[in-house]
């Protein structure tokens, strides 16, 4: 091979460009490198002016460098590498740097040899490093945030100054290795450090840790370290590297929001245990409150059943108004013992409302003859009216009762003189039912006026107070006016009277609703020769019994225990049981059950003196036909009978008309066969 075929052979390897130009630039010869860096073919660029693969200044720029150069010595470059951009054929400018030769000529002619090199990678890397030069010297600069990398071929841990003012140390006194950083670490900590980076090292693993730093003040300093081995190409690890983070603050803030979080736990814990032992206390009182109802309940019904009994027989008037006055005391307390029950159950929360539609003229009427006695004992003028004549009203009439009777019982309890005024009416805002309740009584104070709806609050709390009661009329109306979604307000003047407005949000109509009297009219007559049987261990209460069945002709069988009173059931002999519910060796309700367990339809109806909020339903379960609470007047005993006979009766009627119904169907589809 020649020299020339050589040369060729050696320019076509080369990865450099390599062009050939005359004195006036004119490309004479290139080498496929040219043509590869900036995308011409030979035969686009042979001939032309070398300024093609460059921008127009730096074209004559260079072309005035090589008019002013002079042949070199043979394989010299006629001034140093230069860098320059160059133009692609698609008009993209890079980096290049070039090398020029001069070679002498015929006729002393000259040539030139470019020796050209893309520095496009080259500038990019360079750029890439600046960057994360920029963004090491960036990142450096957060405080509690440094970088860190270990070369592995050449053992040399770098720390970023951050690393260093994390770790309490100076780069002139402190030169870092795996070992001595190791050793900076808590000893229980210093295995777990370790392990991290020697299987990054070995592995190349990404590493994530957290350890605590003893600095050389003997401070503590908690971080946290994660990063990731760099591989070469064939995946082996040679360097590793990381971020390195001060989380003392965040350490020292979980601790303590962990003791907040124990302090919290331990406080609510705390309020449940109390929550718990208010609730069991308050179920204890109530459980109290009812079984000393029950109990008081079941010898004031011995009181009333007796004065019944007494009204019963001739009494001059003066043994009359005697037995006025005891009927008036028993309920008295019968009153007081209703309260201290129904403050129980609304402290409890199991005081419920049962809405019915009902007449507003039977409430008022009920009204008039509760109140109307008490007015007139203390000659006081009593008026109770309405604007809504003949209104339904859809509510629980007994918890209105209730409110309506304490509003009047304490207006008349606080007046002397003058008059009370009840008034009902539509709200027009709401279209609901509107009560006022005006007197012409003492009046209050302001101070007073804050604390009316005080439970246990009476207006003269002194040892010689006027006024009887224990303060929790107002406080009950308070809190059923509130269960009904109502509202109840006070305005008062001391010496002037008071005045109550209750407004509450139900249903108005002028449908017509059955009442009482039209009710009554379907009871019949009582029957002489009625067949009772009575379970009842209270010995007043029997006696009661005794002598109401001699008075009205029926025949009494007494058991004095639910058991007694299930083995001497019999269907065929007796038209009701009147079962009392509180008896030993066998209750009222489990004595119900195992009669209805026979199958036997007999009504009972339960004597009790149990009022829990309950009641009802339990009875229902136990299979017992109605109820009567004690004390009962005697009167209302018998229409119970007569209703709950009636019940039964109407039911068997109708079973038995079912039964042939379905008797004649069977018999018809025979005959039809």
């Not at 073919?41 to 074209?59: C, F, T, W, Y």
């Not at 900076?184 to 210093?190: G, M, S, V």
């Not at 109290?288 to 019944?308: C, D, K, Q, W, Y």
């Not at 509202?487 to 009482?516: M, W």
Request: glycine share 6%; proline share 4%.
């Amino acid at each position: 091979m020649d020299l020339a075929s050589s040369f060729g052979a050696i320019a076509a390897s080369l990865t450099d460009g390599f062009v050939t130009i005359d004195e006036q630039g004119i490309i004479a010869a290139i080498n496929p490198a040219v043509e590869e860096i900036f995308g011409y073919s030979d035969q686009e660029l042979l001939g032309k002016n070398i300024s093609v693969l460059m921008p127009g200044r730096h074209a004559v720029q260079h072309q005035a460098h090589l008019d002013a150069s002079t042949v070199g010595k043979m394989g010299r470059p006629l001034t140093p590498d230069r860098t320059l951009p160059g133009k692609k054929k698609d008009g993209t400018i890079i980096p290049v740097s070039i090398k020029v030769f001069s070679l002498p000529g015929e006729d002393k002619t000259k040539f030139f040899l470019g020796l050209i090199t893309d520095q496009s990678a080259d500038e990019a890397l360079k750029e890439e490093r600046h960057k994360t030069e920029l963004l090491y010297r960036n990142i450096d600069l957060l405080e509690g945030v440094g970088l860190w990398r270990f070369n592995i071929a050449s053992d040399l841990l770098e720390w970023t100054d951050q690393v260093f003012k994390i770790h309490g140390l100076r780069p002139e006194s402190f030169t870092p290795t795996i070992q001595s950083a190791l050793e900076q670490y808590h000893p229980d900590d210093q295995e777990t450090v370790g392990t991290s980076i020697l299987d990054a090292i070995s592995k190349g693993e990404s590493f994530e840790f957290r350890a605590r730093l003893i600095r050389p003040d003997l401070s503590i300093c908690h971080v946290r370290s994660s990063g990731q081995s760099e591989l070469d190409s064939d995946g082996n690890p040679i360097s590793v590297f990381g971020t390195f983070v001060d989380i003392t603050k965040e350490q020292e803030l979980a601790a303590q929001f962990e003791r907040q979080a124990y302090s919290l736990q331990k406080l609510s814990d705390e309020l449940e245990a109390a929550k718990e032992k208010a609730e069991a206390a308050s179920e204890t009182k109530s459980a109290f409150l009812a079984n000393m109802s029950h109990e008081v309940r079941t010898p004031l019904n011995g009181v009333l059943g007796m004065i019944s009994l007494l009204e019963l027989s001739t009494l001059d008037d003066q043994q009359v108004e005697c037995v006025d006055m005891a009927k008036h005391a028993a309920y008295a307390a019968l009153e007081l013992i209703n309260d201290l029950l129904d403050f129980s159950q609304l402290e409890a929360a199991k005081l419920s409302i049962y809405p019915e539609d009902f007449l507003l003229s039977d409430l008022l009427a009920r009204l008039r003859v509760m109140l109307t006695p008490k007015a007139e004992k203390k000659s006081l003028a009593l008026s109770i009216d309405s604007d809504l004549t003949d209104c339904t009203v859809t509510g629980d009439a007994l918890r209105i009762q209730q409110v309506l009777i304490n509003l009047g019982d304490n207006a008349i309890k606080f007046t002397e003189t003058g008059h009370i005024h009840v008034h009902l009416s539509r709200r027009e805002e709401t279209k609901g039912l509107q009560i006022t309740v005006e007197d012409t009584g003492e009046g209050m104070t302001p101070d007073q006026l804050d604390r009316i709806f005080d439970r246990f609050e009476q207006l003269d709390p002194s040892s010689t107070r006027r006024h009887d009661g224990v303060g929790l009329g107002l406080s009950i109306c308070k809190n059923l006016v509130d269960l009904m979604d109502g509202d109840i307000r006070v305005e008062s003047r001391l010496g002037k009277g008071t005045c109550f407005s209750v407004t509450l949000p139900l249903p108005l109509s002028y449908a017509q609703a059955p009442t009482k009297a039209q009710a009554d009219k379907q009871v019949p007559d009582v029957n002489t020769g009625l067949r009772i049987l009575a379970a009842e261990d209270n010995a007043m209460n029997q006696e009661i019994l005794k002598r109401l069945s001699q008075a009205l002709g029926f025949e009494l069988t007494i058991a004095g225990n639910g058991a007694e009173a299930v083995e001497m059931f019999c269907p065929d002999q007796f038209d009701i049981i009147l079962m009392d519910i509180h008896m030993p060796i066998m209750d009222g309700l489990e004595a119900s059950k195992t009669i209805r367990a026979t199958g036997a339809d007999i009504p009972i109806l339960a004597l009790t003196a149990d009022v829990t909020n309950d009641m009802e339903e339990r009875f229902a379960r136990a299979g017992i036909s109605g109820f009567v609470t004690k004390p009962y007047e005697l009167g209302t005993l018998v229409s119970e009978i007569e209703r709950a006979i009636e019940a039964a009766d109407k039911e068997a009627t109708e079973t038995a008309e079912l039964t042939l119904q379905r008797q004649e169907q069977v018999d018809h589809a025979a005959s039809a066969t």
